[in-house]
Structure formats: C-alpha cells, structure tokens
C-alpha cells in the first residue's frame, strides 16, 4: 500500500532490477503506442518519444534522490529520539551536573554523527511515494498526491477492464479468419447470430467482472512465479511481433505509409508515451532491494535507453507492416487476423490471448492498491473503519466506476492517452519535482550545506525542477484545448 515504510524484501543484483524495471515499464501502454505513432507520423513520433523518455528518466531520478533524502531524514530522527531517550534515563544521575552533554543544538547537522557503517543517504528502507508525500508535503499537498495516485489507478483499471473483453470478443467473433486483415469491424456487425460485437464485449466484460471483482473485497499479491511466468509470456508476444513484423516488411510486403507529421495524433500519442514510461510510483520497490547501489543511476539510464529503443523497434515496424487506417488499438490483434502475417492458428490465438492471460493477473492487484490508497486517503490516526464500510463500500467505490467506464467505452488509445495525460503527467512529473525540491529544502538544515546526497540527481540545479512543472502545465493546457477543439468541431 502506498505510504508505508517496509523492510526492503528479498535483495537482488543489479541486472535482475535492470530487468524487472523493464517488465514494470513495458506492459499494455506499449501495445497501443502503434497505433498513436500512425495518427501522429513517424518524424513527429520519433522526436516526441525521445524527448518524453527523457523527461521520464530525469524525474525518475528526482525520485531516487527523493528516497535517499527520506532515508537520511529517517536516520535523522531516530537518532534525535535516540538522544532523547538517553537523556531521560539518566537525567535523575546528572541534576548535579553543569549540563554537559545538553549544549548541541537539536538541529545540529547529522554529518558530523556516523556512528554506524552506512551513509545516512543509503538506500536501506523502502520509503513509499506516499510515506514521502507525509515526511516533506504539507497537508494540502498530501491529499493531493493520493487524489492524483487514485485517478491514476482508476484510468488503469478502466483499461484493464476493457483490455481483456477487447482481445476475447476478437477471438471469439471469428474475426481471426485469414480474410479479416483488410476488413475494419464496427461495433454493429454480428458476433453470433443476433447477438453483435459490442454485445460480445458487454457479455465477456460481465464475466470478467465476476470472475475478478470478487478480489477487491480481499488481499491478493503477485507471487514471484506467477511474475516469472507472465514475463515470460509477454517477451516471447513481444519479439513474435517484432521478428514477423520485421519479416514481412523485409520481403516487401508491408502495406504502412505513415504520415511524415500530422499535429492531430500529438495530444493522444503524448499520453499514451507518458503511460508507456510510468514506473515512478513503484520505484521504492524496485530500487531499493538492489544489493549494489553504487551503480543505480547507470542501471536506470541503461533501462530508459534499452525500452526506448524497444518502443521506437516495436512501433516502426507495425507502422510500416500494417496500414495505418487497420491498425488495431490493442496492436496483438493485428497477427490473429491476418495470414500473410501469420499462418499458424495456435500462435494466432496465443497473440490474440496474450492480453487477457497478462493483464488478468495484474487486475486484482492494481484493484487492491486502490483500495488501500481510499483507506489511507480518509484515515485518522487512532481510528478504525466499521466493518461495513471497509469490507462492503471502499471495495465498490474501487471497482465500480472503472467498470462502469469500461461497459460506455472500449477505446484503448483514448482511455491510455486521457490517463497518461493528467493523471500520469501529475505523478511522472508534478509529483518527482516537489519531492526532490521540498526534500532539499527539508535537509538542509539537518543536514548542513556540506552534505552530499550520493543518490542525487545529475539535473540538480533548481531549473530543472522548474522546466519540469513548467513542461507539466503546458502538456495539460495543450491537451486540454485540443480536447475541447475537437469536441466543439462534432
């Protein structure tokens, strides 16, 4: 649950965070980027992508020097009890005393105390996005980063929920077929008999509805093998596409001629980019259980640079494989109905059922996530929550209004794009750059001048702080006027 302190868990080498970063980063934002890299053009994709990975990495880490700042207060505070309590012991020995021992200041800078073998900036507790927000926010802001972080998860669990019914509804329809790679659906057209594709999709998201609703009532975790296996899965979906994709355009038969430019696809291609480069709120958990940190700003700019060369590789050769005007919002489904692509069925179904065995396993836990965030969010210290209203109402008001979204919509590229856009702009952005600009604030007075965070960021000057809110409140307007352009011109 955000905004607690743990243990660090179980450590692993740097090459396994290297790769578990990866699988956080690379999940279904990527599989819609296709389709927002057609509508925007390749020139204008290219440049855009590049620029939003870097942003990323540069609050990425705002993040990390964040975390090290949090655990150096933490360092901080123990040992400033840790004195107190020694003093109250053996005040009742020392009344006679002059007072020697009380003459430091209580703020005196922790530098100068290394009483133990680590580095008060160690990255040895997992201090949680929300447990930061506590230490250096004030109240205002609190509540505004777990409204932030909750809409975000909303936006998240609209797109699982209608991810899955998306890719069954394909499969089921028959629209695998060997002739369906030229045809474009509508909503309307049959199923089954009477019953149509939008109908198929209400009927699978029901189901879905009833088979993994029931998980937000209780507690479910991700276990390590069932994390192997769904990773396992996605790398080998993954590079299918990439090499089929690949080998169709190399024998010249691929039918994409995207755009060089066009300015309409840029407001959603930037939310769906803001979407696919999200892991800032699971960096406490990633980072910190690395047993060698020494290297940890190398290993976050390795994984930026592999998983944009991952993006732009995955997205060029769709966009130069498929027309454009065919390309589907959930791109797996492009290789089950097409067998100039593809022409074995069992790979054909396996593609086409990637998203559902994946996201399924991801659902319950996003779901749970959510509901502890409602909890913390309207907490009291010292209160309890009836029976009722912690088992019966913060469980519905999870999952209720994501389903809800799904059943009136199952547009991927917009759900994507709307939840990158405001919500992931406010945590990949908004959220890094107060932290690490109030965590600075915070430490210097403690800390002194002369105190070096060992985890700080290589953008330390303020101006990047205030270049990143300043880039934050211009995607949002931009965003937010082209939404309201192109509903006035309907």
Known sequence: MAGGITESGEPYSPFVGLVYMF??????G?????KAFAASGWVVSLSLIVFLAFM???TT??????????????????????????????????????GQGRSEPETKPILSAQRSGHDHFDLVERVEMGQMASMF???????MFYICIIIYLYGDLAIYAAAVPISLMEVACGNHSCSAGSVKYNDTDA??????RKDAYRVFLSVFTLLLGPFTFFNAQKTKYLQILTSLMRWIAFTMMIILALIRIGKGTGEGRPPVASLAGVPNLFGVCVYSFMCQHSLPSLVTPISDKKRVGSLVLADYVLILGFYVLLSFT???????????DMYTLNFTDNCDVLNIPVLRYFLGLFPVFTISTNFPIIAVTLRNNWKTLFHRDGGTYPWVVDRVVFPLITLVPPIVVAFCTHN???LVGITGSYAGTGIQYVIPAFLVFYARRHLEPVMGRDAVNKHRSPFRHAFWVWFVLAWAASCLMFVTANIILTETKK
């Open 23 to 28: 699988n956080l980063i690379v999940g279904t």
């Open 137 to 143: 926010f004030n109240k205002v802001g609190v509540h």
């Open 191 to 196: 199923c089954w008999g009477s019953v149509t």
């Open 56 to 58: 990323s990495y540069m």
């Open 30 to 34: 990527a599989l819609t980027m296709p």
């Open 318 to 328: 769709a966009i130069f494989c498929f027309d454009s005007s065919l390309l589907h």
């Open 412 to 414: 991927l590229e917009s």
């Open 61 to 98: 880490t705002f993040v990390i020097e964040a975390m090290a700042a949090a655990n150096a207060q933490l360092r901080w505070k123990r040992r400033e009890q840790e004195e107190t309590d020694d003093s109250d012991s053996t005040s009742e020995y020392s009344d006679d005393d002059s």
